[in-house]
């Protein structure tokens, strides 16, 4: 059972930096597409950026020229580093990719961007 663990988030200023982890337990990476999603209090959870095996990426606009992802196959780890940081950023980071017909999440990580 492959599995995602996320790391890196925590309380940052604005216009602060922070990078997040998502290591998966599998060699995956060298297959499936990974991304980031995020849920802020009261709103829909949203795609965020996404890298796939082939190292195409999307940003969402509201991170695009912010946010870089990036992937490490040997260390089968993504990383999400996140720049210029904005209160609005503020939110519970999810790492994810589809798996055999389904969505593996991990269990999220805070980001918290104080003015």
């Known amino acids: 059972q492959v599995q995602l663990v996320e790391s890196g988030g925590g309380l940052v200023q604005a216009g602060g930096s922070l990078r997040l982890a998502c290591a998966a337990s599998?060699?995956?990476?060298?297959?499936?597409?990974m991304g980031w999603y995020r849920q802020a209090p009261g709103k829909e959870r949203e795609l965020v950026a996404l890298?796939?095996?082939?190292?195409?990426?999307y940003y969402t606009d509201s991170v695009k020229g912010r946010f870089t992802i990036s992937r490490d196959t040997a260390k089968n780890t993504v990383y999400l580093q996140m720049n210029s940081l904005k209160p609005e950023d503020t939110a519970v980071y999810y790492c994810?990719?589809?798996?055999?017909?389904?969505?593996?999440w991990g269990q999220g990580t805070q980001v918290t961007v104080s003015s």
């Open positions: 890298i796939s095996a082939a190292d195409y990426s």
């Open positions: 994810y990719t589809p798996m055999k017909g389904t969505i593996l």
């Open positions: 599998g060699n995956i990476l060298a297959t499936n597409t």
